[in-house]
């Protein structure tokens, strides 16, 4: 059973747009919402990450949404470039100090 | 080291065989966490150390999977009789308690073939 769940494997985005991932989670014990970045044949790196108090969190062109109520959080990237090509992977913790559960990963193509 | 290192980068065994992976954390990460990334899935985690301890070991899938750490450093997983299904990416990630989930540093990864 998927705790966290990304719909959409894969995404195409214009340069310059912006691009709007989203995540679904079941689990209402999780406390602590992360989204990491992955590039072929390298592991996953940190992006952004939002606690359960807040319901949103920016950081330079990356913000998350939180929609507690709705189980739903989603990364916006604003603009979009080509080096943002990567998967992306939502991620959730039922505490800063616990393991980290994935979903599957949405694929974000940046078209020129 | 700078990163976390994972060895070899690629493997590729006979079913059957026993393969050990292992990892190298960064220097002063007291935790470890195994993940594995099956083809279109996601990160499935597998075991987290805590020093030399492994407090939470509920994503082993079968006991022909296990992993241990020495030193408080290096980790291997050993996974016996490998199977077909075994074929994944393995990551190892580290950090440091205080910096929590969001420490996570990840090493590129073992990529396992069972042929």
């Known amino acids: 059973d998927q705790q966290v769940k990304q719909n959409s494997p894969s995404l195409s985005v214009q340069e310059g747009r912006i691009s709007i991932l989203n995540c679904d989670y079941t689990?209402?014990?999780?406390?602590?919402f992360l989204w990491y970045k992955k590039y072929p044949a390298e592991g996953p790196t940190f992006l952004i990450s939002?606690?359960?108090?807040?319901d949103k969190n920016e950081d330079g062109r990356f913000t998350v949404f939180l929609n507690k109520s709705a189980k739903h959080l989603s990364l916006h990237i604003v603009p979009s470039q080509p080096g943002d090509s990567a998967v992306y992977f939502c991620a959730a913790s039922p505490n800063r100090d616990d393991k980290i559960i994935f979903g599957k990963g949405t694929r974000l193509h940046i078209l020129p | 080291g700078a990163g976390v290192s994972q060895s070899p980068s690629n493997k590729v065994t006979e079913k059957g065989k026993d393969v050990e992976l292992r990892c190298d954390p960064i220097?002063?990460?007291?935790?470890l966490y195994w993940y594995r990334q099956s083809l279109g899935q996601g990160l499935e985690f597998l075991i987290y150390?805590?020093?030399?301890?492994?407090?939470?070991k509920s994503g082993l899938p079968s006991d022909r999977f296990s992993a241990e750490r020495t030193g408080g450093s290096v980790s291997t997983l050993t996974i016996q009789r490998t199977q077909q299904e075994d074929s994944a990416v393995y990551l190892c990630?580290?950090?440091?308690?205080?910096?929590?989930?969001?420490?996570?540093?990840f090493g590129s990864g073992t990529r396992l073939t069972v042929v």
């Open positions: 689990n209402s014990m999780f406390d602590y």
């Open positions: 150390f805590q020093g030399n301890s492994a407090p939470d």
């Open positions: 990630a580290s950090s440091l308690p205080i910096s929590g989930v969001r420490g996570y540093t």
């Open positions: 220097s002063g990460h007291t935790a």
């Open positions: 939002i606690s359960s108090i807040k």
